[in-house]
């Protein structure tokens, strides 16, 4: 856990702003030109409840693997699912989002109404772009449509110009 030195409010590993008090985090910077890990480790092998556990559903808090929202400051939990659409719901439409993005601005920030996808399997995630008009970047740069990438904590999307870092907490 990080503590913010602001107010001394507790928030998970990556996190970039206190959700209290607002106070930024002072990060290590990485270099831009690091390369996408093939493999992602420890935090996602307890997703998958062995074949006679009880799974107790999570609370915001307790969810391993959250979005965070890099301009607008919100932090999005993901619980109880191993794949994710991520869009924006207007009105009259069929087919929605698992992550609603309308309420964060998503037509402003240019987010498709289905833009892409995060998928969970385990011990991966995957980005995946579904066309968008406006495009998806993984560490600044363009990712083709259709085609998994993959993502670990820390790395940050963006969804025509909204900016989403993930985070996975162990």
């Not at 993005?101 to 996808?117: F, I, K, N, W």
């Not at 998806?136 to 670990?152: A, C, F, R, V």
């Amino acid at each position: 856990m990080i503590t913010c030195p602001n107010c001394g409010n507790k928030e998970i590993p990556g996190a970039l702003f206190c959700k209290e008090c607002g106070a930024q985090f002072v990060t290590i910077s990485r270099d831009p030109t690091m390369t996408i890990p093939s493999r992602i480790t420890d935090p996602f092998h307890e997703l998958i409840p062995e074949e006679n556990e009880q799974v107790v559903p999570p609370t915001p808090e307790d969810a391993r693997i959250s979005l965070f929202l890099i301009d607008i400051g919100e932090v999005i939990p993901l619980e109880g699912f191993l794949e994710y659409t991520i869009g924006r719901s207007s009105e009259d439409q069929p087919i929605l989002p698992d992550i609603d993005l309308a309420p964060y601005h998503g037509y402003e920030y240019g987010v498709s109404r289905l833009h892409a996808s995060i998928k969970i399997d385990p011990p991966y995630a995957f980005l995946i772009d579904f066309g968008s008009a406006n495009g998806t970047q993984l560490n600044g740069q363009k990712i083709s449509p259709n085609k998994p990438y993959p993502i670990t904590h820390g790395d940050i999307f963006i969804l025509g110009e909204m900016k989403i870092q993930l985070l996975v907490s162990r």
